[in-house]
């Protein structure tokens, strides 16, 4: 099933700067997005990719700057999906209680056929009622995305979104992925490496030691971000 | 109404994986049990010495437990990092310490009501007849505990050492409560009890003073 229509969400990162302790996260980063892009970042390990991400979710205070939504959204407060590297399932619920009760502290609408649907989609409808913590990986991975999803979310923020998963679950994420930038999501995501979900985006950052080292849309530089991004 | 609702989803998820897992109830009762016996033939106690510092010990054995219940209430959301997604789908954080205090209250509460015949019967103490009291004096008293503990339980988390802070932040935090309980309690097991609604107060005013704080302030505390 397509994902509803969502509105469109747009972010500003001004002269953002993270420390932590005397560790600079990142410095100084200025950087526009549109509402309606999807914007894919990359960068070596440490060159603030995660700590952007976690920004933009409003999980992590900048210590200096500031992050403005764009003022056209109709949400006083966007809705944000999330997948970070930790799977932010419970591992002692099972698949469907985890989505279950994600969607009820998220008041979302006719909640059980919702999951259902998310299960299916995602590939663990057959193991719905097993534990998390008895999944694999790749399996925990998706119902981590199937989580981040369950809001239909304006703002989606994926930190590694393939990590785990198998060719079969790549390819339904991207297909997902392309029907939400559609829709009208906003996508910001890391990634290492060009890759399939990497050909979703519109435009491509680098990051390098936390300020912005390459910003540009699709084209010839295009993969030149993620191939000079060391990973 | 939102507040309300979501902070009784997270209740529910909290009841739930315990039951499901009985990790934090088993260790605290059997401890709790352990001290009580351990107490119980240390002092060798006769009924009127019973009286005096017979609801000290019981006290100093929930405190004790409860410092061992609350260290894992948000080292567990850090497994996953499902704190973060809390925080995401939750308008208002308070509604996670407001689940978290109830689940804390509710195990604490349970371990004690557990206890108590085994208290009394290592004693040899006798206060049934003011068993609603004593309830009272057990439910304020636990509620000061889990709204204490679960805000430090928070700060503690994110700190390297945190399972020494917690234990040492905790503790002096519920000395008061730990004295008003006892006092309260003292009076209840006379053989012509009193009972001390000035402790009763004072209680009410504690836990009332530190909802309040963590309506406040709780946010910040959550903020990595």
């Avoid at chain 1, 999330?82 to 008041?107: C, G, I």
């Avoid at chain 2, 008061?176 to 209680?203: C, H, N, R, Y």
Wanted: include cysteine; charge should be neutral; glycine fraction near 6%.
């Amino acid at each position: 099933m397509a994902p509803a229509a969502a509105n469109s969400i747009g972010l500003r990162f001004e002269k953002v700067e993270k420390r932590y302790g005397a560790v600079y996260a990142l410095r100084n980063l200025t950087l526009a997005i549109a509402p309606r892009e999807c914007v894919a970042l990359a960068g070596r390990n440490g060159s603030g990719k995660t700590t952007l991400l976690r920004i933009a979710s409003r999980l992590t205070r900048p210590t200096r700057g500031t992050l403005e939504f764009s003022e056209n959204s109709k949400e006083k407060t966007p809705s944000v999906g999330f997948v970070a590297h930790a799977t932010m399932v419970y591992d002692e619920l099972s698949a469907e209680e985890n989505l279950l009760f994600f969607a009820k502290l998220l008041q979302i609408p006719n909640r059980k056929e919702r999951v259902a649907e998310l299960l299916r989609e995602v590939g663990l409808a057959e193991r719905r009622d097993s534990l998390v913590r008895t999944f694999s990986r790749g399996m925990r991975q998706r119902a981590a995305i199937a989580r981040a999803l369950l809001a239909n979310p304006s703002l989606l923020l994926l930190d590694e979104p393939a990590t785990g998963l198998d060719p079969e679950a790549t390819s339904w994420l991207t297909e997902h992925l392309r029907k939400l930038r559609d829709a009208g999501c906003t996508i910001l995501m890391s990634l290492h490496g060009d890759s399939e979900v990497a050909r979703l985006a519109t435009r491509a950052v680098r990051l390098e030691a936390g300020s912005v080292a390459a910003d540009t849309h699709s084209g010839a530089t295009f993969q030149s971000v993620f191939l000079f991004s060391g990973n | 109404m939102a507040l309300l609702s979501n902070a009784a989803a997270l209740l529910g998820k909290e009841v739930r994986t315990e039951f499901r897992s009985r990790e934090l109830l088993s260790t605290t009762i059997v401890f709790v049990l352990i001290v009580v016996v351990l107490f119980s033939f240390t002092f060798d106690p006769t009924t009127g010495e019973s009286r005096r510092f017979g609801p000290g010990l019981l006290w100093l054995a929930f405190l004790f437990a409860a410092s061992l219940m609350l260290q894992p209430c948000f080292l567990r959301e850090q497994t996953n990092d499902t704190l973060s997604a809390l925080r995401l789908a939750v308008g208002d954080p308070f509604a996670i310490f407001l689940a978290k205090i109830g689940a804390n209250t509710f195990f604490l509460l349970l371990t004690e009501i557990l206890m108590l015949p085994v208290f009394a019967a290592m004693f040899n103490v006798s206060f049934w007849a003011e068993l609603p009291l004593v309830l009272l004096t057990l439910l304020l008293g636990s509620l000061g505990i889990a709204t204490a503990g679960t805000a430090v339980a928070s700060i503690s988390t994110q700190a390297r050492m945190r399972e020494l802070l917690l234990p040492l932040l905790l503790l002096p935090l519920l000395a008061p409560i730990l004295i008003a309980s006892t006092e309260v309690t003292v009076g209840l097991m006379q053989p012509d009890p009193v009972m001390q609604w000035k402790g009763i107060g004072f209680l009410a005013v504690f836990d009332v003073v530190f909802l309040t704080a963590l309506w406040l302030f709780g946010e910040y505390l959550l903020e990595e």
